[in-house]
């Protein structure tokens, strides 16, 4: 099952944003911005039914659930609501420990979580159960707690020696559990036993240290191990560690040697300081170093030795936190790592937010807690990171504070605005419609507004150009309350007004040299000087006296079917199809004694399926459909005695997807999806 999403679906017409007001022009852009967007997060805690908010691990499994590893249970994210397993007492195939520390899916999908008891659980998706195995390691090394948190970063406080802090699997689907204090776990899930690597004074190639924070798997089958105090190990998992444990379990004997990568002081390119926090591994298949005191390092990677020498010919790059350098770390304690997709690298810190870094640039760019600003982080302490399938970051906290949600949509915002000190700037802030000319390969941008007739925004340039009613001009739009816009496959611009009619420009844009060259800012209807330079217009209202004129001049929509058929969809004149060859137009009304007619006037949306069915929402009438061959229509309304009929007869508007799903947008009657095949509306609510 894939994560669902909530309020993050928005349907809209082609050329049409209804019954909105949008508080001026907020469009999605990437290269062109004049400054960068803001960073909104959003937040999940208890009252969103999260069991704690303190968050130890995230994890994305194949199903596309978001699980969190917790103080207080395993929770299960679908996006709307949580599944929590907490360790309960008479039932044996519950989570044995519900102090979750680590989440890691196997080869095999197996899904596992690591606790703070040291009991490694396996959870059956069929059964929603788990089995559990608790490990029994030889010697367990304790922590002085009076050190905390000089000596250790307090997300590490409460944790005892068999505390699992991290799960790889090698090669040979041995689970590699990392412990808080007892070494090294080694699980073989088809014998369901263990054996304990742990580290030896007098033995060189021994593990470094037992307190482990950290593993990583990389593409030569080299396991990299994070100890806090003892640098970082490397071991070639080509051996099967497991059996040649269990073949001679002294580590004289075994050939079971670890490589050590140490701080030096006096060697700047060494590890910056043996307390491993986190390791990361890439999408280029570098190896990144988190360490609590001593900022972020990159492996440099040497020659791939595995003598027992013991220290390799490897260098470390170094980000820091320098107090004289704004551009650097937030600080030194990293606890977290993660890579977006456009290659950044994220940085979870203790006591100093989220940091993003650009490795080709070494630029860095902060997030950190602002009591004054809502939608900034919650807290400066990042116990986790992940980017999920679909590009979105979660941000796990440690002093309850919860979740962090960063949608890469919402930041892509950039707000236009009219601006009375910048000569081309919107000349309005309440939008009402937006079309993409088709003509300028998405350069250009129209806009509709309530009073300011419409803008083309240049998209490369940011500089708008305004088009306004002029009243000595009949070639100048008919009104400046514009509803919609659409350029057509021909290259003419279509403009539906409020109540004047409906406007098409006289040429395909590429007509009109200064829409390309932006040489004239036009703020009152068309330049006479240069009649053909600027944008002009004809006009069509309703006449009367002639049959064939437009039906209403109160203008919804727009909207242009795949063999370049033109609808016109208005307020109390039932929906209009343009015959180009005669430059007329053909109605569709409501008739109360024809069957076969659309079912209210006032059309608010029109849309297109595959099958050749227009789909025609109306308000106060429902929907219909229109089979474009033969001419028939079906009407489709609210009757309260069907249960899967419409929810409500009042559509704003009608979306089709890529799959041919016909989705209805209601005023009061949420969302509905029509089944075509079974007749039926699913209605979703806010509840939903």
């Known amino acids: 099952m894939a994560l669902r999403k909530r309020n993050n679906m928005r349907f809209f017409p082609h050329s049409v944003i209804f019954p909105f007001l949008l508080v001026g022009l907020m469009i999605i852009s990437s290269s062109f911005a004049a400054h960068a967007p803001k960073a909104i997060f959003q937040k999940i805690s208890l009252q969103q039914g999260l069991s704690v908010s303190t968050i130890h691990d995230i994890h994305q499994d194949k199903e596309g659930y978001i699980w969190f590893a917790t103080a207080y249970g395993a929770n299960r994210y679908d996006g709307y609501t949580f599944l929590i397993?907490?360790?309960?007492?008479?039932?044996?195939?519950?989570?044995?420990?519900?102090?979750?520390?680590?989440?890691?899916?196997?080869?095999?999908?197996?899904?596992?979580?690591?606790?703070?008891?040291?009991?490694?659980?396996?959870?059956?998706?069929?059964?929603?159960?788990?089995?559990?195995?608790?490990?029994?390691?030889?010697?367990?090394?304790?922590?002085?707690?009076?050190?905390?948190?000089?000596?250790?970063?307090?997300?590490?406080?409460?944790?005892?020696?068999?505390?699992?802090?991290?799960?790889?699997?090698?090669?040979h689907g041995n689970l590699w559990l990392a412990t808080w204090g007892a070494g090294i776990a080694i699980f073989n899930p088809l014998e369901k036993e263990f054996i304990y690597v742990q580290a030896q004074k007098d033995e060189p190639g021994s593990l470094s240290a037992n307190r482990i924070s950290s593993l990583l798997y990389d593409e030569k089958n080299y396991m990299w191990i994070g100890t806090f105090g003892g640098g970082l190990n490397r071991f070639n998992a080509r051996i099967n560690i497991f059996e040649?444990?269990?073949?001679?379990?002294?580590?004289?004997?075994?050939?079971?040697?670890?490589?050590?990568?140490?701080?030096?002081p006096l060697n700047g390119k060494s590890l910056s300081d043996d307390r491993v926090s986190t390791l990361f591994l890439d999408s280029g298949q570098n190896i990144w170093v988190g360490t609590f005191f001593g900022g972020l390092d990159l492996l440099i990677k040497g020659e791939n030795s595995d003598s027992l020498q013991t220290y390799r010919p490897v260098e470390f790059r170094h980000y820091k936190h320098d107090p004289f350098d704004k551009s650097s770390l937030t600080n030194n304690n990293i606890?977290?790592?993660?890579?977006?997709?456009?290659?950044?690298?994220?940085?979870?810190?203790?006591?100093?937010?989220?940091?993003?870094?650009?490795?080709?640039?070494?630029?860095?760019?902060?997030?950190?807690?602002?009591?004054?600003?809502?939608?900034?982080?919650?807290?400066?302490?990042?116990?986790?990171l992940l980017q999920d399938r679909s590009g979105i970051l979660w941000i796990g906290t440690l002093l309850g504070e919860g979740i962090n949600k960063l949608v890469?949509?919402?930041?892509?915002?950039?707000?236009?605005?009219?601006?009375?000190?910048?000569?081309?700037?919107?000349?309005?802030?309440?939008?009402?419609?937006?079309?993409?000319?088709?003509?300028?390969?998405?350069?250009?941008?129209?806009?509709?507004?309530?009073?300011?007739?419409?803008?083309?925004?240049d998209r490369k340039t940011e500089d708008v150009t305004n088009y306004t009613h002029n009243p000595d001009d009949k070639y100048s739009l008919s009104h400046n309350h514009i509803r919609?816009?659409?350029?057509?496959?021909?290259?003419?611009?279509?403009?539906?007004?409020?109540?004047?009619?409906?406007?098409?420009?006289l040429h395909p844009t590429t007509h009109y040299p200064a829409l390309e060259t932006d040489a004239l800012t036009i703020k009152s209807g068309a330049v006479d000087t240069e009649p053909e330079q600027v944008l002009r217009f004809k006009t069509y209202r309703h006449n009367p006296s002639e049959e064939r004129s437009l039906s209403f001049n109160q203008i919804r929509a727009l909207?242009?079917?795949?063999?370049?058929?033109?609808?016109?969809?208005?307020?109390?004149?039932?929906?209009?199809?343009?015959?180009?060859?005669?430059?007329?137009?053909?109605?569709y009304k409501f008739n109360r004694d024809d069957e076969n007619s659309i079912p209210d006037d006032h059309v608010y949306s029109v849309g297109y399926d595959s099958t050749g069915f227009l789909w025609i929402g109306t308000f106060g009438g429902g929907i219909a459909s229109l089979n474009l061959q033969t001419g028939m229509i079906r009407r489709y309304q609210r009757n309260a005695a069907t249960p899967h009929s419409l929810s409500d007869n009042r559509v704003l508007s009608i979306y089709v997807d890529a799959l041919g799903v016909v989705w209805v947008g209601t005023d009061g009657g949420g969302l509905n999806r029509f089944d075509k095949e079974n007749q039926n509306f699913t209605i979703f609510s806010e509840k939903d």
Do not use: M
């Open 85 to 171: 397993h907490k360790k309960e007492l008479d039932d044996s195939t519950s989570i044995g420990d519900h102090r979750t520390q680590v989440i890691f899916e196997d080869s095999h999908d197996n899904l596992w979580f690591g606790t703070a008891a040291g009991i490694l659980a396996l959870y059956d998706k069929k059964t929603d159960s788990f089995t559990n195995y608790q490990i029994h390691p030889p010697t367990l090394e304790t922590q002085n707690i009076d050190l905390i948190p000089t000596a250790y970063p307090v997300t590490y406080a409460f944790y005892s020696p068999q505390t699992i802090t991290d799960i790889k699997e090698d090669v």
């Open 244 to 264: 040649a444990y269990k073949a001679h379990p002294s580590s004289n004997e075994n050939n079971v040697r670890f490589s050590h990568y140490r701080h030096t």
């Open 335 to 384: 606890l977290s790592l993660c890579e977006d997709e456009s290659g950044a690298l994220w940085i979870g810190t203790f006591g100093g937010g989220l940091n993003k870094l650009q490795p080709r640039s070494g630029e860095i760019t902060h997030f950190v807690h602002d009591p004054k600003d809502p939608e900034s982080l919650s807290e400066n302490n990042i116990t986790s």
């Open 408 to 457: 890469p949509d919402l930041q892509k915002f950039i707000h236009y605005k009219k601006n009375e000190r910048r000569s081309r700037s919107l000349n309005d802030n309440i939008v009402f419609a937006l079309g993409e000319d088709k003509q300028s390969a998405g350069r250009n941008i129209w806009v509709g507004t309530l009073n300011g007739g419409i803008n083309k925004f």
């Open 484 to 505: 919609s816009i659409y350029c057509d496959n021909y290259g003419y611009l279509w403009v539906g007004t409020f109540s004047e009619g409906l406007n098409r420009s």
């Open 559 to 587: 909207y242009e079917t795949p063999d370049s058929t033109l609808w016109i969809c208005t307020f109390g004149g039932g929906l209009n199809r343009y015959d180009r060859q005669n430059d007329s137009f053909f109605h």
